[in-house]
């Protein structure tokens, strides 16, 4: 019973194909038409509505960049213009240190003691020259009166004032070298004070009571020895060098803002501006030196820290440049080219002058401007259909 019932079925089955099959062979099969190809004008592409090669393609507005460089490694160091390194200007032993690090000094605050056979020679010096411009003058005086009463010769003065005027020049020179070292002709020891000719806040030293001290260590070549016995300076303003990439230069000029960031203080942004650019590249790493003033108002930062800068883009830039992705951009004959959207359905292509990219994104410095559309996807497909030998 059961194999009559499926051979029933079967039956039916087949029945019902060959109906399909007689109805299906009484009709055409639907056709569709080819869409028209895109046409190419020189450097332009141009699709109709609705063409199926839009589908993969995709555009991007282009937006001004915010930075004109991004994320480069910075130093911090002093100010120079508020910074005096001191040295000593005579060799000698320290006695006692005056100035601790982080104490405010003011011009002329005695940082060191320093017993010198210099300095009590010079003042020895001195004393001397003032002692022989006593005596030249009473000789000078002496024969003028002699001569007066014809008891000297005219010769005889003339000797007496050249002797004078050769005594007050020693004197003078004497005199001089004693004040240059902040000395008086006055004191009878040989003991220098050494003092800050800048205010500020004493914020480096390398002295010790007991060590001799050098005045040649300032024209040492080792830099154990070059280093200054005290380093006064304001550290509400610290200088920052960074070395830019040659092709950064367009965008770069003095007075940009400054975006500063460091390790030490996560999250916190400090501000500064450009001060000077360097007339020269490295000729080794083709990169030119920045110099930017950065605002410490709280000392949070050290001189000779790293940090990560960000130079932001501004009216005063030389060039404005946009940011793009990396990927909109394709490198022919040495060129880089990209596509732009002029019209919905019409792309052409641009030679463009680009930075170096960071994080994903290029800066263009010439051919695109902010607004336009650039291609992101299917650049290659486009310019296979511009030039298919490529």
């Known amino acids: 019973m059961k194999t009559t019932i499926s051979t029933i079925l079967s039956r039916r089955w087949l029945c019902a194909l060959a109906a399909l099959a007689l109805a299906g062979c009484g009709q055409k099969p639907m056709t569709y038409p080819a869409p028209p190809p895109p046409k190419v004008e020189g450097d332009s592409v141009i699709f109709t509505t609705n063409a199926p090669q839009l589908a993969s393609i995709s555009v991007e507005t282009v937006r001004p960049r915010e930075t004109s460089v991004s994320h480069v490694t910075g130093r911090l160091y002093w100010d120079d213009d508020c910074t005096v390194r001191v040295f000593t200007p005579v060799a000698g032993r320290v006695l006692a240190v005056r100035a601790d ?82 000395g008086s ?48 300076s304001d550290p509400a303003k610290l200088w920052l060098q960074v070395d830019v990439a040659e092709t950064a ?14 390790e030490a203080y996560p999250g916190k942004v400090f501000e500064g501006t450009i001060s000077r650019i360097a007339d020269t590249l490295d000729p080794a790493t083709r990169t030119v030196r920045v110099r930017g003033v950065v605002d410490n108002p709280d000392n949070l930062l050290k001189a000779e820290m790293y940090v990560t800068v960000d130079v932001l883009q501004d009216g005063q830039a030389l060039a404005r440049a946009v940011d793009i992705p990396a990927k909109a ?32 994104k290029v800066p263009v410095f010439s051919g695109l401007a902010a607004g336009q559309e650039v291609v992101t996807e299917g650049c290659l497909l486009l310019e296979a259909l511009i030039d298919p030998a490529s």
């Open 101 to 182: 690090l982080g104490d405010p000094i003011r011009a002329g605050t005695p940082l060191a003691d320093i017993d010198s056979p210099d300095f009590a020679q010079a003042r020895a010096d001195a004393r001397t020259a003032a002692g022989n411009l006593m005596a030249a003058q009473k000789a000078c005086e002496r024969s003028k009166e002699l001569l007066a009463h014809g008891a000297a010769a005219q010769k005889d003065v003339e000797v007496a004032e050249a002797a004078w005027t050769a005594a007050r020049a020693e004197h003078d020179r004497a005199e001089e070298r004693l004040a240059n070292y902040g």
């Open 249 to 262: 230069l367009p965008t770069l000029a003095a007075g940009q803002r400054l975006r500063v960031f460091s």
């Open 329 to 360: 951009v394709f490198r022919k004959n040495n060129q880089d080219y990209l596509f732009v959207e002029e019209t919905p359905g019409r792309f052409v292509r641009r030679a463009v002058t680009l930075g170096i990219e960071q994080d994903g």
């Open 185 to 232: 002709d006055q004191s009878s020891n040989s003991v220098y004070v050494l003092r800050s000719p800048l205010a500020g806040l004493l914020v480096d030293k390398s002295i010790n009571s007991g060590q001799e001290a050098r005045a040649d260590m300032m024209l040492a070549n080792a830099p154990n020895l070059f280093a200054p016995l005290f380093v006064v």
